[in-house]
Nanobody
Framework: QVQLVESGGELAQAGESLLLSCVLS????????MGWFRQAPGKEREYIAV????????YYADSVKGRFAIYRDIGKNTVYLQMSRLRPEDTAVYYC?????????????????WGQGTQVTVSS
């Protein structure tokens, strides 16, 4: 059974950086397209960033483009979200997800496995 466990979420001040980690177990990381999503209270879960299993193609939501970066370390079976220049509106629970599909997608419903989430709070 594939499991994803996020970590690294914490309280940060606006302008600071955080690195989120997501460890995949029960599978091999290069099998999956990977994504990061976030959900604030009262809002729907939204796409942030995805990376194709080939580690060549990446897409970012406009809200984080230029500030966040998704990448993975195959040897550690870990995908990362490097968050820079954090803003209060980045406050949310952040989830990583894995997709077994053929094509890289930003569609939430296409992702097969999800982590439990990690809280990121950005204060001004």
């Amino acid at each position: 059974q594939v499991q994803l466990v996020e970590s690294g979420g914490e309280l940060a001040q606006a302008g600071e950086s955080l690195l989120l980690s997501c460890v995949l177990s029960g599978g091999t990381l290069d099998t999956y397209h990977m994504g990061w999503f976030r959900q604030a209270p009262g809002k729907e879960r939204e796409y942030i960033a995805v990376e194709g299993r080939s580690r060549v193609t990446r897409y970012y939501a406009d809200s984080v483009k230029g500030r966040f970066a998704i990448y993975r370390d195959i040897g550690k079976n870990t995908v990362y979200l490097q968050m820079s220049r954090l803003r209060p509106e980045d406050t949310a629970v952040y989830y990583c997800a894995a997709d077994e599909g053929l094509s890289l997608t930003i569609e939430l419903d296409e992702f097969d496995y999800w982590g439990q989430g990690t809280q990121v709070t950005v204060s001004s």
